[in-house]
Each structure stands twice: as structure tokens, then as C-alpha cells.
T-cell receptor
Framework: DAKTTQPNSMESNEEEPVHLPCNHS???????IHWYRQLPSQGPEYVIH???SNVNNRMASLAIAEDRKSSTLILHRATLRDAAVYYC?????????FGAGTRLTVKP | NAGVTQTPKFRILKIGQSMTLQCTQD?????MYWYRQDPGMGLKLIYY???????DKGEVPNGYNVSRSTTEDFPLRLELAAPSQTSVYFC????????????FGSGTQLSVL
């Protein structure tokens, strides 16, 4: 099974950019890369996804390496409300399995 | 749309009791999922369903059962509750498609004492 590897935790200062890395060296050609985040005491929420090209939306940007073995979620200006656990997930078949994620702390 | 609705929000069970966690969605999504999240940990997939009448095991199915008689509902049954099943349970759904996003409910906090 294709799996992802993320750092356990990261810190950022408010209003600075944050780059959250994810390694997925065994990714297959048809796996989409999804990112979700989980705010304290809430269920996860969708952030962004992509296949090969870099993607942007109102929440974040997703940069995908050319060989697709890694990706980076970019929050352009972190706010205190962005403090959450961020999950990088590969879509395999029909199930969607979450890893441990990266806990992002945003300092004022 | 209400989205994904889970009931109850909180429940305390005694060891050996049984209960059903309810999950319903009003988005006509074919795919539904049950996850559990232990304190300070990530989500673990328990069961999922790709449509009415079809269910499949995830990573941690032991001690649980599911059914999918309608598109809207995907209940999770706990038989003979054990302290190891103390967790927060999340239900999610999505449309059919290779890159459709998951929508989550607000969770059920279950304690088995």
C-alpha cells in the first residue's frame, strides 16, 4: 500500500508562510494527493488535492514534486486559526486512510 | 443541506453493553466511512461502504459491525463494548469519483467504563 510520511509537528509564526512536507515515495501513477486538516475538537475538513500539477485554492497551495514522490502544502500567511493537525493522504482504491499527520502550532 | 449528521454526540457505556452509532447524510453520496480517533492520535478506518448493500473492512474492524440498507444511512454497531473502544468516532461521506472530497460529521465521543 502506498503510504505517506509527515513530520510529527511544526511551528510557525503568525502571518508567515508555512510549508508542510509529505513524502510518498511509493505513490502510483493514478493516486491523487489529498490534504485535510483537523481543528481542535472538530472533524477533519478538506483543504486541497492534486495529481501532478501544482494547485491553488482560497485556503492553500499544493506543490507536487515532478517525480510525485513528495508534496508540500503551503499556507501563505499562517493565522492562529490555522493551528491544526494536517493530514496528507493518498487516494487508494475506495478507502481513504489517514496517517498521524503534522500538528501545526502557530505562535502570535 | 445538513451534510453528515452523527448521533449521539456523547455516550458512556458499561463493559459488555452494545450500542449503535448513527450516521446519516443528505447529499446522496454513495461512499460512506467510519473512523475512530484515539486521544492524540490520527484517524483509523473501521469500515466503509461504496453503496447501499456493499460494505468492506478498513484497518481496525474487529469489535464492530456495519450495514448499509439505504444510501443515506450507515450505522456502526458495537457489540460487547470494551474499554479499548473508548474513542471519538467520525462518519464521513463523498461522491463517486477518483478525486472527490470527504465530508465529515462532528463526531461521537464514546467512553466505555
Amino acid at each position: 500500500d502506498a503510504k505517506t510520511t509527515q513530520p510529527n509537528s511544526m511551528e510557525s509564526n503568525e502571518e508567515e508562510p508555512v510549508h508542510l512536507p509529505c513524502n510518498h515515495s511509493t505513490i502510483s501513477g493514478t493516486d491523487y494527493i489529498h490534504w485535510y486538516r483537523q481543528l481542535p475538537s472538530q472533524g477533519p475538513e478538506y483543504v486541497i488535492h492534486g495529481l501532478t500539477s501544482n494547485v491553488n485554492n482560497r485556503m492553500a497551495s499544493l506543490a507536487i514534486a515532478e517525480d510525485r514522490k513528495s508534496s508540500t502544502l503551503i499556507l501563505h500567511r499562517a493565522t492562529l486559526r490555522d493551528a491544526a493537525v494536517y493530514y496528507c493522504i493518498l487516494r487508494e482504491n475506495n478507502d481513504m486512510r489517514f496517517g498521524a499527520g503534522t500538528r501545526l502550532t502557530v505562535k502570535p | 443541506n445538513a451534510g453528515v449528521t452523527q448521533t449521539p454526540k456523547f455516550r458512556i457505556l458499561k463493559i459488555g453493553q452494545s450500542m449503535t452509532l448513527q450516521c446519516t447524510q443528505d447529499m446522496n453520496h454513495n461512499y460512506m466511512y467510519w473512523y475512530r480517533q484515539d486521544p492524540g492520535m490520527g484517524l483509523k478506518l473501521i469500515y466503509y461502504s461504496v453503496g447501499a448493500g456493499i460494505t468492506d473492512k478498513g484497518e481496525v474492524p474487529n469489535g464492530y459491525n456495519v450495514s448499509r440498507s439505504t444510501t443515506e444511512d450507515f450505522p456502526l454497531r458495537l457489540e460487547l463494548a470494551a474499554p479499548s473502544q473508548t474513542s471519538v468516532y467520525f462518519c464521513a461521506s463523498r461522491r463517486t469519483g477518483t478525486n472527490e472530497k470527504l465530508f465529515f460529521g462532528s463526531g461521537t465521543q464514546l467512553s466505555v467504563l
